[in-house]
């Protein structure tokens, strides 16, 4: 299976450009941020196509179906969705230690779908609840969030560690933007899960374990975007807030998984 | 009442309790206090499970917990009642700021004086070497290409004018907290007025009795269905189900018989009731052939064809056999036995469960009675298992999926926007320009169309 293949090379490129942002923050050289940001596209491009590949290979194989439904597939892509939205917005905010948590947050997930026993790469048939459309755009609006809201993070744990105001500002709206973000693309996912669930399960929402986590993890985002109107109330508060929503958003991925049982136990 | 002498107190209460209800504080206390209950809920397990697990034997503070529901929190009178103030909260303070935003809304901006240019946050002022026409020109081209509409107020020396965009987006918050209303107000609905459960029919059977979810009980539709025929699409070259569907007749023979067919992803809809294909099984047609042996000689004392639910007495005379039921995948601590038939022995005024699985046929000997029994021949087919829905919330639901997606697009990726310019006459026909900026969000985007305003009047 080429498709692995390719994406363990994505795998390693990430884990180069995180080291060398890395370096950036810690010797606050320069040039290998640049070094970084070059790697990080790179390991994007390689990461895109092996993507596709699977999805080729799919067709290859007769089962034919967009490689959007098990944990390996989904952290493949969670990768996609955080590359590329660091990618976009690394000009306007190149911040070394951000795109040093980014990055790693890319390697780790890449690393542990190649790695890990729970994440089987194999290309399998899908059972037939999960063979809709919805069940696609429901994957990947949730990612695109959730990888937004890892961008969020970095920026909301280097906000806790910066005391230079203009700095703080810029750590801020960069925050924010992640967040809005991110907020706008959990709430689509959830909709279009909802939607799906409707269509295949007959009932928009039964609170299993996952359904329920993700709208948690929509409340605590929901509470930042509301936080923020009201008088005395702190930057570093926000920040801790994000740091919360970004553990539910994990406890969501993984937790429900290992903790929890219900529905959605495939990915 | 009129003539109450204290109604300072009863205004003062009520504009507090319009306060207390209008405050983002209450909003955040709910979306937390809602937050955790979901957090305990998905990790409380559920009242069937504890009561199994504690043989309907609970201990005191397992009722107590189950008196404040919390096995079943998102059902509970008070999450439904936090989820209702929640609505509330939203009402509230929808009413309580959206006079003002109408106002913004509703209110084309004026041409500014330059005393009111002084008073933005973003302003800029220069000199340059064009007349009052040729600014003015180039002003409203300026406004154009931003894509704002434009308000003027014209004199010879003097030349004042307002543009704006995205008036209306200012608009978004609300259409996003209607959307959220709406889905309280569907969800709500649902629950009160809806059902859920499931009911298993076999191929060319009929029912009418959904047994409804989490032990709530059975309930009769009040119209047949019949499964008419079950099929499964397999994989090419697997034996991995792609797919599974049920013919289904509605009041079969009856004046409005009506029928089609349900789908994985495909549902039905019946009198207001949607039926899912949820899943599939096997049951027993007809009559069950089954053996009696002796335990020690292995020897066949008897064969006997019975029906699931049917008793029959044993060779010894006094010992009485029921066959109960047939589990397509039945577990026994752990292993799988497959097939299996399940049944009692009455002995003694005893009655002993036992098992009987088709693919081992010496596993009753492990019961150490008298006799063991072993299933022969037996039949089976499809059931179809259905999924059945009445929720008269949805389409309340749906609009508000629409609602919340476009409120929450437009209110963080578009935004209201204003320029205002300000034209002195003066000598050597030049001209002296105060401009300012404004806009609701994205305010460092403002400096930028300044100096873009700037470098247009120069070019
Ligand atoms: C349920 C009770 C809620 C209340 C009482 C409430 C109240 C408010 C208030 C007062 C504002 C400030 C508006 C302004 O001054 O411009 C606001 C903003 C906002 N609310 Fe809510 N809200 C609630 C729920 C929600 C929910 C469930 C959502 C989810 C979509 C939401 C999304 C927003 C958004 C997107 C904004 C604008 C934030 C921004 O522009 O940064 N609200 N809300």
Known sequence: MENTLILSVATFIYGFSALCFIIESVFNKKQFGQLGFFLLVAGLSANFAGFVLRWIESYQMGIGRIPLSNLYESLVFFSISGALIYSVIYKKFSIPVVAAITTTLIFLAMAYAGLSPTADSAITPLIPALRSNWLTVHVITCFFGYAGFAVSFAASVLILFTSNEIKCKNLDELNYKMIIFGFLFLSLGII???VWADSAWGRYWSWDPKETWSLIT??????I???????NFKRKTIAWLSIVGFMAVLFTYFGVNFVLAGLHSYA | MNTNKRPGIIEIAGIKLWDFFASLKLTI?????????SVAGTFLPDRIGIMKYLQDKPVFLVKVFDKMELFDIYYSWWFVLLIIVLGINLLCCSFER?????KIVLKKPLPPSIHKIETFEFKKDFT????IDQVKELSKKFLKLKRMKTYMLDSKTNFSCAGDKGRYTRLGVYIAHLGFLFLIAGGVAGTMAGFSGVIDIPENETSSIVTLFKNRGKIDLGFDVTCAKFEIVKYENSHTPKSYQ???????????ESNGLVKVNS?????????IQSGYGRVVEGKVKISVFDIMTDEKKGEYQIEQGETIVLPDGKTKFTLFSFRPNFQISGMNLGETFIGFILADNREIPVALPVSTPGFDKHRKGDFYIVPDEFKTKYYTSLQVNKDPGVYIVYSGFLLLSLGIFVSFFTRHSCFYIVVESMENNSSNVFCASNSNKNKSLNQEILSDFHEFLEK
């Open chain 2, 128 to 131: 340059i070497n064009k007349n």
């Open chain 2, 98 to 102: 959206l006079p003002g935003v109408l």
């Open chain 2, 246 to 256: 049920s013919e289904i007749i509605f009041n079969k023979e009856k004046e409005n």
């Open chain 1, 225 to 231: 975007l509301h936080a923020r109107y009201m008088k």
């Open chain 1, 218 to 223: 929509w409340f605590v985002y929901a509470i």
């Open chain 2, 29 to 37: 206390f709910l979306f937390s206090f809602i937050a955790l209950a």
């Open chain 1, 192 to 194: 279009t899960g909802a």
């Open chain 2, 267 to 275: 549902p039905l809809k019946f009198s207001g009731i949607k039926f």
